[in-house]
């Protein structure tokens, strides 16, 4: 008996000592290295980002995976677009019978959203002698029986709006009381007047601020703008104030926030002539891609696909939460430098311990993610094993902040992965409290997985104040926390490589 315990015991330090783990530091090594100021923020299109894809592909080729790119690669080369090259020529002049304001590109006025070309050097957009429409705060509340467009034909026409909403700061308004309505965000305005047919928006400071906040800034450093099927342009309220003092329109929105009745009318005489040259940049990116072959031959068709972005939003722009620090770099050290460092490092565990696996494991480090999930999408269409035979697909996205919890998302449309995961935060859930979510609905690479009817499960440890901000430093990873995710993940992967049938995938009613 003594004798039997000892020899249990003996065996399962062996086993221990032979059980190579995710290792923190070499995780944070990573993380420091592709969130290092020297990669710039890993914008889409940016020499930095090539060289985080190089780095990844590296550490697979270090730790024995084979490549899965195109042509005997570690690469999977396709276009992105990824800001904009501003030509010369564009003008915007605002006028009525008896004054004229021209207003000048990065000074004085600067387009939101553009209409897509590409060259810089022909117009992408030209528009002459448009009527101008008031439309107060190009607001379309319905529900709180507030219209701007009511009765009003702006089909073929120039609008003019306000920023915000009316009764802003009134705790009692019946638009929401003092919290915006998600209809005053510009992309709901502009979507509203696009919708009702206008060719042009043009957007000033409401009469509340004064101090206008316009983002001169943001385009000057990081032009790269919405889509937003017509040309929405931010004004200065400084230079359109005589017009509007001609036209009477801050009277109208005082009336306006008085009682909510719109005010919105044509005004006469008033025209805008507008000529944009601007060209999207295409660029190329790249996802990597390394392989580890199943170890039964007959599961080996099957694949898991286990996915991190590497890309981040580079000087910030239009993809940053802060766009008043555009230019500064946007370091993404937990988005998403810690769920690429996390499938480098779950690659390194597997490929020891690849006996555990007899189905394949596809590990891609994503390009693109940030500018729509374009690598995943491509990916998706280029699979190294079908999308029919990938039997799952783990996705990490923010996995660096644990303290000690991940949310995990994606099991309802696969209730069988419930055992799986179970079984796995037996063996790797150490030190983790694991909270379901549905699944991520778009947010993240998962998203062209289960839009292809694999079942995917998102890792996540959560939003915080430095998200998309150029304070998303490596100094703020939990490193240990890390470890935990990715240890929990990489047991996953080897719950559903074992499993003798696939998991499910059931629809669900969203
Ligand atoms: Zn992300
Ligand atoms: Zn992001």
Do not use: C
């Given at each position: 008996?003594?004798k039997?315990l000892l020899?249990?015991l003996l ?8 059980t190579?783990?995710?290792d923190?530091?070499?995780?944070l090594?990573?993380i ?11 914008a889409?299109?940016s020499?930095?980002l090539?060289?985080?894809?190089d ?10 995976l084979r490549?899965?790119?195109d042509?005997g ?5 396709f276009?992105v677009?990824?800001g ?23 000074s ?5 959203s553009t209409?897509?070309?590409?060259s810089?050097?022909?117009?992408s ?8 429409v008031?439309?107060?705060?190009g607001?379309s509340a ?8 009511d009765?009003?034909?702006?089909s073929?026409k120039?609008?003019?709006i306000f920023t915000?909403?009316p009764?802003?700061s ?6 929401n009381?003092?919290r915006?309505?998600?209809?005053t965000?510009l992309?709901?305005?502009a979507a509203?007047?696009?919708?009702l047919?206008a060719r042009?928006?043009?957007?000033v400071s409401?009469?509340s ?6 983002l001169f800034?943001?385009?000057?450093a990081?032009p790269?703008l919405?889509e937003?099927g017509m040309?929405?342009l931010?004004v200065?309220r400084n230079e359109?104030?005589?017009?509007l ?5 801050d009277?109208?929105?005082?009336q ?8 919105s009318r ?8 507008y000529?944009?040259?601007l060209?999207?940049?295409?660029k190329?990116?790249r996802?990597?891609?390394g392989v580890?072959?199943g ?5 080996a068709r099957?694949a ?12 910030g ?5 802060t ?7 946007h370091n ?6 810690s769920?690429t460092?996390?499938i ?14 007899p189905?394949?494991?596809?590990f891609?480090a994503f390009?693109?993610e940030e500018?729509g999930l374009?690598g ?8 190294v ?6 039997v799952?697909m783990?996705n ?7 303290r ?5 998302s994606?099991?309802e449309?696969?209730?069988?992965m419930?055992?799986d995961?179970?079984?796995a ?8 409290s694991?909270?379901r979510q549905?699944?991520g609905a ?8 289960l839009?292809h009817?694999v079942?995917?499960i998102?890792f996540f440890?959560g939003f915080?104040?430095?998200y998309h901000?150029?304070?998303d430093?490596?100094e ?5 926390g ?8 990489l047991?996953?992967?080897?719950q559903?490589a074992?499993?003798p ?5 059931v629809y669900?009613?969203r």
């Amino acid at each position: 008996m003594r004798k039997l315990l000892l020899s249990v015991l003996l065996l399962a330090a062996t086993l221990r000592a032979a059980t190579p783990s995710v290792d923190a530091d070499r995780l944070l090594d990573h993380i420091k290295f592709l969130a290092s100021d020297d990669l710039k923020g890993r914008a889409a299109g940016s020499p930095e980002l090539d060289r985080a894809a190089d780095y990844i592909a590296q550490q697979f080729k270090e730790i024995g995976l084979r490549p899965g790119g195109d042509d005997g690669t570690w690469f999977q080369p396709f276009q992105v677009v990824a800001g904009m090259t501003v030509g010369a020529g564009n003008s915007l002049v605002i006028s009525d019978m008896s004054k004229s304001v021209r207003l000048a590109l990065g000074s004085t006025y600067y387009p939101l959203s553009t209409v897509p070309n590409e060259s810089p050097d022909s117009p992408s957009d030209r528009e002459e002698r448009l009527p101008l429409v008031f439309a107060g705060y190009g607001l379309s509340a319905r529900d709180a029986n507030y219209d701007d467009y009511d009765g009003q034909d702006v089909s073929g026409k120039a609008v003019l709006i306000f920023t915000h909403e009316p009764q802003e700061s009134d705790t009692n308004s019946k638009l929401n009381g003092s919290r915006p309505m998600p209809q005053t965000t510009l992309y709901q305005k502009a979507a509203v007047a696009h919708g009702l047919g206008a060719r042009l928006l043009i957007v000033v400071s409401d009469p509340s601020h004064r101090t206008d906040p316009g983002l001169f800034t943001m385009f000057n450093a990081v032009p790269d703008l919405d889509e937003a099927g017509m040309p929405v342009l931010r004004v200065r309220r400084n230079e359109m104030q005589p017009l509007l003092d001609a036209w009477g329109l801050d009277a109208l929105a005082t009336q306006i926030d008085r009682d909510l009745r719109p005010r919105s009318r044509l005004i006469k005489d008033a025209t805008v002539d507008y000529t944009e040259f601007l060209a999207h940049n295409r660029k190329t990116v790249r996802n990597v891609v390394g392989v580890i072959p199943g170890s039964d031959p007959a599961k080996a068709r099957e694949a898991i696909v286990i996915g991190a972005h590497y890309d981040h939003v580079g000087l910030g722009g239009r993809l940053s939460m802060t766009p008043e620090r555009a230019g500064e770099i946007h370091n993404g050290a937990d988005d998403n430098a810690s769920g690429t460092a996390s499938i480098i490092e779950i690659a390194r565990v597997a490929h020891e311990q690849r006996a555990r696996f007899p189905r394949t494991l596809v590990f891609v480090a994503f390009a693109g993610e940030e500018r729509g999930l374009l690598g995943s999408a491509y990916y998706a269409d280029h699979p190294v094993i079908s999308m029919a035979n990938t039997v799952a697909m783990l996705n990490l996205d923010m996995v660096g902040r644990a303290r000690g919890a991940v949310d995990i998302s994606g099991l309802e449309v696969s209730p069988s992965m419930e055992a799986d995961l179970k079984a796995a935060a037996q063996t790797g859930g150490e030190g983790l409290s694991i909270a379901r979510q549905g699944p991520g609905a778009g947010r993240s690479d998962d998203f062209n997985f289960l839009s292809h009817r694999v079942p995917a499960i998102n890792f996540f440890t959560g939003f915080h104040a430095d998200y998309h901000r150029p304070t998303d430093d490596w100094e703020k990873i939990d490193a240990p926390g890390t470890k935990r995710v990715a240890t929990l993940a990489l047991e996953l992967a080897a719950q559903i490589a074992e499993r003798p049938t696939r998991p499910e995938f059931v629809y669900r009613d969203r």
